[in-house]
């Protein structure tokens, strides 16, 4: 069974850095088939995906037009996780943030699992 | 970008209900499209994947349907526990979620 674990701090300033992490169990970020993606949830912008890492003999990341300027997904593979850097961050950046497993082809491209969720506030 | 959008965007239901749920895209995503529930604080819950397969574990009174543009989410017999909100997103090209339809007690 696969499961996701979220940690990071739930406040950042403005003109900041958002930095969250995903610990998995039950994969490999290393997989062949899977993709490890974040996600935000807010009032305003409703489920927004925001980008993702996946191995297929390399590394490869793709992003949403509208981070793409700002964001950075890693993999760690000595710890078996992901993480999700984004930069200059303005109040409209405060949501929910999740973690969540897809494939990379057409026909892997549902979430599950996800991570608990991660409620990031940008404030001063 | 792909539009998805969802109607209604508020159901109001009595347990035993029949209750459907649309799902629109803005071009073709041929079967390409998931359906989440979400409760609150917790994060959505894949119900149905490549249109109309139900995720395992998900009650069978759940049905998806649909492919093209237009797809439907079908609960045959509301229970109390179907009372969240449900999400379609689709991945034929990048991955874009519909804005939700909650469902509320009548």
């Known amino acids: 069974q696969v499961q996701l674990q979220q940690s990071g701090p739930g406040l950042v300033k403005p003109s900041q850095t958002l930095s969250l992490t995903c610990a998995i169990s039950?994969?490999?970020?290393?997989?062949?088939?899977?993709?490890w993606n974040w996600i935000r949830q807010s009032p305003s912008r409703g489920l927004e995906w925001l980008g993702r890492?996946?191995?297929?003999?390399?590394?490869?990341?793709d992003y949403a037009v509208s981070v793409k300027s700002r964001i950075t997904i890693n993999p760690d593979t000595s710890k078996n996780q992901f993480s999700l850097q984004l930069n200059s961050v303005t109040p409209e950046d405060t949501a929910v943030y999740y973690c969540?497993?897809?494939?990379?082809?057409?026909?892997?491209?549902?979430?599950?699992?996800w991570g608990q969720g991660t409620l990031v506030t940008v404030s001063s | 970008d792909i539009q998805m959008t969802q109607s209604p965007s508020t159901l109001s239901a009595s347990v035993g209900d029949r209750v459907t749920i649309t799902c629109r895209a803005s071009?073709?995503?041929?079967?390409?499209l998931a359906w989440y529930q979400q409760k609150p604080g917790k994060a959505p819950k894949l119900l149905i994947y490549k249109a109309s397969s139900l995720e395992s574990g998900v009650p069978s009174r759940f049905s998806g349907s649909g492919s093209g543009t237009e797809f439907t989410l079908t609960i045959s017999s509301l229970q109390p526990d179907d009372f969240a909100t449900y999400y379609c997103?689709?991945?034929?090209?990048?991955?874009?979620f519909g804005q939700g339809t909650k469902v509320e007690i009548k």
């Open positions: 071009q073709s995503i041929s079967s390409w």
């Open positions: 969540a497993r897809d494939g990379v082809a057409v026909t892997w491209g549902w979430f599950d699992p």
């Open positions: 997103q689709q991945y034929n090209r990048e991955r874009t």
């Open positions: 890492t996946y191995y297929r003999s390399k590394w490869y990341n």
């Open positions: 039950g994969d490999s970020v290393s997989s062949n088939s899977a993709a």
